[in-house]
């Protein structure tokens, strides 16, 4: 006998707010170093979107069942059982042609349209940081249908001398992936990003455009997601507390991934925040 | 075209195709089936200032960086995912300036290689614009479509001088043949002026025409057979990812440029004379077993990521 699952953690808990976002019957696409993603399209489409055409990241796989979450994307683990396989101009195809109904994006610098930025940090003349880069990020940004946006490090904490490097931004130095409208201010084609689900709470967007609180966690306050934020921003009138998963949803949020794979996105101390549900 | 009847040569043949200063495209992805036996190869011979070009690649471009043998990177990633997070040589080498950021996006690649197999000027992309890439290459241009009005991107075509493949099988004709996922190998084979391939196994032509052909000969400039070519990626079915491998290699560069040449360099690379002493230098037999028996049981697979 296990003990009943009384609790979640940070984790799942935004596995399943992501899991929220995934319309059913759609075309969606975890892409790769993705993981709390790529557990939230499984558990979407085994609780309420069964029809939901998934793609795995990097394999390019049709609704695979992988036996275990690995840290590396492109691994047959997790492409096993694929109904049917893309290549990669396909699945870009598919996106250009208005076919993909959700993507999933981050990055090490959002601002309030959420325009993304994993590319570098510092100006052009100076480079101060080089990150990986962001795959398709660029392209699916303007050509998926709906995009989810999440991060696991909104929290900023001071420095010693006080200052925040904010994951939130007022400007990002450069922009890998457009939100609602561009540093110009020209707003974008499309319905672009609905959602920001982060560790402090989930955002959707007014009619601007521009990122607004939506709901934060039994552990965190408005007050406490503007000292993490860099930029200020509205709070709907009806701010709420997230929505819980279900016991048998944390279950298969474990089962999928034995390894944590997933809590590797969070920050240390992220990693022992629970909730009751 | 590439007709000639038998294409089989040496690795240092093989590798000999790709000159100093090339646009060299690399196979594979991720930790998914990456040259990685070539790319040891090439550092061996001392080549320079490559232009690397791809989709999402991790360790095969972050050694060629460490090893500086680059001198631009027009990438749409180079890292290792959520298992190590930023790959350090490459970091290094953009912020010291020694490579010149020219990162790419994936389906901007794609389009670009089409325009390439297609002998096209140009191909129109509709993303990309009100993001920093514009700026990043000034070669994009945008133009308004005659048909509908809206605002479009165009890509020029772009032509590798070289790619460098692993496989699974190749003829000695060099038809190849590759399971699992292709990433963008095909594109880049049918859009390169060179396409050089290393092997997991050279098997008679009809032996091959019944599994199926994934690439045909006449773009493949020369093969080589060489078991675990990918190693420490994984070539699925043969074999698993090497993590462990992975992990080291990821700690002697994250400990910096010096580090990383006399603890990994050296003894996998420059004091390898060739791909036997490397495999003999990772753990011979017993280390390439392991790696073969994902397939016995989920669990056994699992243990291979500890």
Known sequence: MTEPIRTCTLGELMIYQIALTIEDGILAFHGFGSPQVQLALHLAKRSHAPNLVLVAGATYAVNPSPLFLTPTSNDFAMSVGAECDLDIEELFDLAASGRMGRMFLSGLQIDRWVNMNVTRLGDAGHLKLKLPGGGGGCNLSADAEHITIWTAAHRAPPDQQGRRRFRLVERCDFVTSVGHRTTDGSPRRGKGPDCIVTDLGVFDFDETGHARLQAIYPDTSAALVAENTGFDFPVADDLAITPMPEPDMIELIRRLDPMQIHRRELSHDDQTREFEL | ?306
Request: with cysteine.
């Open chain 2, 1 to 306: 075209m590439f007709t000639q009847a038998d294409k089989r040569c040496t690795l240092s043949e093989l590798v000999a195709q790709v000159k100093d200063g090339d646009v060299l495209a690399v196979g594979g992805g991720l930790s998914w089936r990456e040259p990685m036996a070539a790319l040891r190869e090439l550092i061996r011979q001392g080549r320079r200032g490559l232009t690397v070009v791809g989709s999402a690649h991790g360790i095969d471009i972050d050694l060629l960086c460490g090893a500086g043998v680059v001198a631009a990177s027009g990438e749409s990633y180079v890292g290792f995912e959520q298992d190590f997070g930023m790959a350090p040589n490459f970091r290094r080498a953009c912020e010291s300036g020694e490579v010149q950021v020219r990162d790419n996006c994936c389906y901007t690649l794609v389009q670009q290689l089409r325009a390439a197999i297609s002998g096209l000027p140009f191909m129109p992309i509709r993303s990309v614009q009100g993001t920093s890439f514009e700026a990043l290459h000034p070669e994009f241009k945008t133009m308004t479509c005659p048909y509908t009005g809206d605002k479009i991107v165009l890509v020029p075509p772009l032509q590798p001088d070289v790619v460098v493949l692993h496989a699974h099988f190749a003829d000695r004709h060099g038809n190849l043949r590759i399971e699992g996922p292709p990433v963008a190998d095909i594109l880049f084979a049918k859009a390169s002026r060179k396409v050089i391939v290393t092997v997991e196994e050279i098997i008679a032509h009809e032996e091959l025409a019944e599994i199926g052909v994934t690439i045909p000969y006449f773009y493949v400039t020369a093969v080589c057979e060489v078991r675990y070519g990918a190693h420490p990626t994984s070539c699925y079915p043969n074999y698993a990812y090497d993590r462990q491998h992975t992990q080291y290699y990821y700690d002697q560069a994250r400990q910096g440029a010096e580090v990383f040449r006399e603890n990994y360099l050296k003894p996998f690379v420059s004091q390898c004379p060739d791909h036997q002493v490397y495999l003999e230098a990772i753990g011979g037999r017993e280390r390439l077993h392991r790696l073969a028996t994902w397939r016995e049981s989920a669990e056994q697979w699992m243990s291979l990521y500890d």
